[in-house]
């Protein structure tokens, strides 16, 4: 029980640290994570889990975070994250330091641990909202430290970057991710007895829509919700899309018509009311972040009432039916066993008639 | 062939033949009871969206709705008390469809409160109990597995409704949906059809009291197409007492038998049950939650509840074979506390399970022991009170359970949001139902024991000889042949005087 308790200590210690790595002010965070839709629900109960830990654990606030991953993935696999890794959530933590601080900028390390458990190479997605410095580390595991000569060099596409020797068997970079051009996919290759190497695919968030369409009726109301939790948009924009052409949904074109709410810092709501059947198709959420954009797809479909009618028609036709079938039954089975019971009461009275009262009960008994 | 009055009912009942399409249609009942709301929680996320209510809010269509159905019980009892079970269960099954179709053109969250979740509910409500009401009149000495046949209909139902919801709301919306749920519940007026009625009159020739002139057998015959399924009670008052002379109490007894809380074995069994419901539901509804809290992924933990629902599938039916064994049978209260008290055992060793396998392995026994109360759940109260007056017992015992069972997962709910982890909850649950299984045990021991006093008692009165005595020497040996009614002998002693006056009247014609 106590190492339970120890070994859950640890790793809210290593979760709080996850959190503190980026910036942002709400709950789950699984853009960071992969695309792998069951972490992200991992990620939500985890969020819960680092929640109840954010009440116990007072927070000591530094500007520097540190998040490693234990590359767990096949080769060029995104890294899925174990259980026990966790991922961000509530930030605190650098809301405070920004606070302190607010004209430094929040400096990030991410760190990568060479090799992957399997194969020669390891990725690993890092969603940036906000300017931060960033700095990547590739750590070579002390297994391979028997390695000797091998060469480092950390490229973006075919740019090479200039790397520091952080301690042995770690080198790292760093990158001062001011706007999108600085975006991209950034890795370190171990050229020597063996090749290893890293890949950091540093973007912008991922807004979460729905894969499945939404469906509504004629006239009624459609709500489409589009969320980058974890993270806080600057703006969101809704567009739709009519033939191949994209229209902006401007509120004051049709105000009547669409509402778009704020339901809090990363999750926006569209409403459109009265719909039609031109309403049906696809709706694009685009929220603008300090780095760039991100897109959300989202489906409506509009049906008439006639379709949920006609399986609802049919099922009350089949109750009917049965039922019908049924209480013919049961009148059918009466009728046969009032003519039986009448019958029989007619063969009674006819053995009464011949012998005493006691006999043709015995004969009754006898026949049952 | 043994002689055929067994019970307190007037008649004997089938055992079978006609009773299996009965159990049929109980489970669908019974299935849509218990099932429905759980099912209907897939909706929640749109409706909060489109209504832009928080989850607490939807949260409570569901609670309206299981408390409309449990608190439902002693209307449903009075209207079976006074119509029978068949029109209470199609006006039922009627009332759900109507519910849903009305909820799917709602426009507040308060019409959805009103449709979803009171009028589907209280429709709930009336499929609920009279279903259970007409088993106990169709079987007697297989009415263990009956009861457990019917009772498997609720996780069958859960497996094959939280798809087809999911199926539903990914074609046609919510609002769809509803419509066509509202048709998939019409189908308990099928259930309803099903429930052809039975009683003294209406039972076939063969199985007549043996001593009868042709008086009470033409009188029989026409009494076939009448609704016989009120207590025998009735029709003997009114041979026997003058129509006006009945005092109010009787009159009210005779709509919802409020005798029954003089009833010992129905106060050990109110108590007991209502301790027990405290813990009964919460571990089911916070198992996928704390699965995902130890980190399983949600797939997996939507499994665990599956395996539930399979384990308990299998587990009702097999609980009521054995609880219908010559072993089982005359201790079945021992059982069923046992059962309890098993249960309350695996909530207490699991917060023990901290891995996937652990887990799967409580859902295993879980599921058998969640399985195994709920097969016997009807079951014994129908051993306590006996069948007649079941009607009544089965309506206040549910409204009583109504408190409880909405008290429990708000408890447990509270418990984890204090402490941060969900073995208090756990701990919580197990030690209630550990207690009640104890409670029962003990208070039932204490029934057995004063039963068989009473029985002897009863025996050496009767041995004094009075006017006509076949009649209750035939029903004596019999009760000391077949021991497995040895709990329903005291209402059996009330039973008595009416087919004796019965007898006494045919004899005097």
């Not at chain 2, 008290?341 to 060793?349: K, Q």
């Not at chain 2, 009649?471 to 009416?498: F, H, S």
Request: net charge neutral; proline share 4%; glycine share 8%.
């Amino acid at each position: 029980m106590l190492a339970a308790f120890a070994g859950k200590c640890l790793g809210g210690l290593l979760l709080f640290c996850l959190y503190l790595s980026l910036s942002g002010g709400s709950s789950a965070d699984p853009a960071m994570t992969t695309q792998d839709a069951s972490s992200q629900s991992q990620a939500n109960s985890l969020t819960n889990m680092k929640n109840e830990l954010n009440e116990s654990f007072l927070e000591p606030m530094a500007t520097t975070q540190i998040v490693s991953w234990q590359t767990q993935g096949r080769p060029s696999d995104p890294v899925t994250l174990e259980h026990e890794v966790s991922v961000p959530g509530p930030n605190l933590a650098t809301k405070e330091s920004r606070q302190t601080s607010s004209q430094s900028i929040t400096s990030v390390q991410y760190e990568l641990l060479l090799p992957g458990a399997s194969g020669t190479s390891v990725e690993t997605t890092i969603s940036l909202e906000k300017v931060v410095e960033v700095e990547l580390t590739c750590i070579l595991d002390k297994e391979y430290s028997y390695l000797k000569s091998f060469q480092v060099s950390w490229k973006r596409g075919n740019e090479t970057i200039s790397h520091t020797n952080k301690t042995d068997n770690s080198w790292s970079i760093k990158v001062s991710v001011s706007d999108s051009s600085k975006l991209g996919s950034y890795n370190c290759t171990l050229k020597g007895e063996k090749e290893l190497s890293g890949i950091f695919h540093l973007q912008v968030p991922k807004i979460k829509g729905k894969e499945k369409p939404t469906i509504s009726y004629l006239r009624d109301t459609a709500v489409m919700t589009c969320e980058c939790p974890g993270y806080t948009a600057i703006s969101w924009t809704w567009y739709m899309t009519n033939g191949s052409k994209q229209i902006v949904i401007n509120e004051s074109l049709l105000a009547d018509r669409y509402v778009i709410s704020k339901k809090s810092a990363s999750i926006t709501q569209l409403k459109i009311l009265k719909l039609t059947k031109e309403d049906g198709g696809e709706y694009w959420c685009e929220a603008t972040f300090e780095l760039g954009k991100s897109e959300g797809r989202l489906e409506l479909k509009v049906l008439s009432f006639m379709a949920p009618l006609k399986p609802f028609i049919a099922i009350v036709i089949e109750v009917v039916i049965l039922v019908a079938l049924i209480v013919c039954y049961e009148i059918y089975s009466t009728k046969v066993k009032r003519t039986e019971a009448e019958k029989e009461f007619d063969q009674i009275e006819h053995l009464k008639s011949e012998d005493g009262g006691l006999e043709s009960s015995e004969a009754r008994q006898r026949r049952i | 062939m043994s002689p055929p009055v067994s019970s307190d009912l007037g008649y004997v009942p089938p055992d079978g033949g006609w009773g299996w399409a009965v159990v049929f249609g109980a489970s669908i009942s019974v299935g849509f009871a218990y099932t429905f709301p759980k099912a209907f929680t897939i909706y929640f996320k749109e409706l909060q969206a489109v209504y832009s209510i928080s989850y607490s809010q939807i949260a409570w269509v569901t609670s309206i709705m299981c408390a409309t159905t449990y608190g439902g019980g002693p209307i449903s009892s009075i209207l079976v008390n006074r119509y029978g079970s068949r029109p209470v269960v199609m006006f039922g099954g009627l009332l759900c469809g109507i519910g849903m179709v009305s909820a799917a053109f709602c426009t507040s969250i308060m019409q959805l409160y009103i449709c979803v979740g009171f009028i589907t509910g209280l429709g709930l409500a009336l499929n609920l109990q009279p279903s259970v009401i007409m088993i106990g009149k169709y079987f007697l000495k297989r009415r263990p597995i009956a009861n457990g046949l019917a009772m498997a209909g609720s996780p069958v139902m859960l497996c094959t409704l939280a798809p087809l919801n999911q199926f539903l709301f990914d074609s046609f919306g919510w609002r769809g949906s509803f419509l066509i749920l509202g048709a998939i519940l019409l189908n308990c007026c099928v259930a309803g059809a099903l429930f052809r009625p039975i009683g003294p009159g209406t039972t076939s020739v063969k199985t007549q009291v043996t001593v009868e002139g042709k008086g009470a057998l033409k009188r029989d015959v026409t009494e076939d197409a009448m609704e016989m399924s009120s207590p025998t009670n009735l029709p003997m008052k009114n041979k026997t007492e003058e129509e006006g002379d009945r005092d109010c109490c009787e009159k009210i007894n005779q709509y919802l038998d409020f005798s029954l809380f003089k009833h010992r074995g129905f106060l050990i069994y109110l108590i007991g049950n209502v301790l027990m419901f405290l813990g009964f539901f919460a571990p089911i509804i916070f198992l996928a939650p704390y699965a995902k809290h130890i980190g399983i992924d949600e797939y997996s933990a939507a499994f665990l509840l599956s395996i539930l629902a399979i384990v308990d599938i299998v587990a009702r039916p097999t609980t009521g074979i054995i609880a219908n064994s010559k072993w089982v049978r005359p201790r079945i209260q021992y059982f069923f506390s046992f059962s309890i008290a098993f249960n309350g055992m695996c909530h207490l060793l699991c917060p023990l399970a901290s891995s996937y396998t652990g887990l799967v392995i409580y859902s295993v026994f879980f599921g058998l022991a969640f399985g195994m109360v709920c097969a016997m759940l009807f079951e014994t109260l129908m051993d306590l009170v006996g069948a007649a007056r079941f009607t009544s017992a089965v309506g206040l015992v549910t409204i009583a359970e109504c408190c409880t069972i909405l008290l429990g997962p708000p408890i447990g709910g509270t418990l984890i949001d204090t402490f941060g982890d969900y073995k208090y909850m756990f701990i919580k649950c197990g030690v209630v139902m550990v207690l009640a299984g104890t409670f029962l045990f003990i208070m039932n021991y204490y029934n057995y024991h004063m039963l068989a006093k009473e029985e002897k008692e009863r025996k050496a009165k009767e041995e004094d000889p009075k006017t006509v005595r076949t009649e209750n020497e035939g029903r004596n040996n019999w009760i000391k042949e077949t021991t497995q009614d040895g709990p329903e002998l005291e209402p059996l002693r009330e039973e008595q005087e009416g087919p004796k006056k019965e007898v006494n009247g045919i004899i005097e014609v």
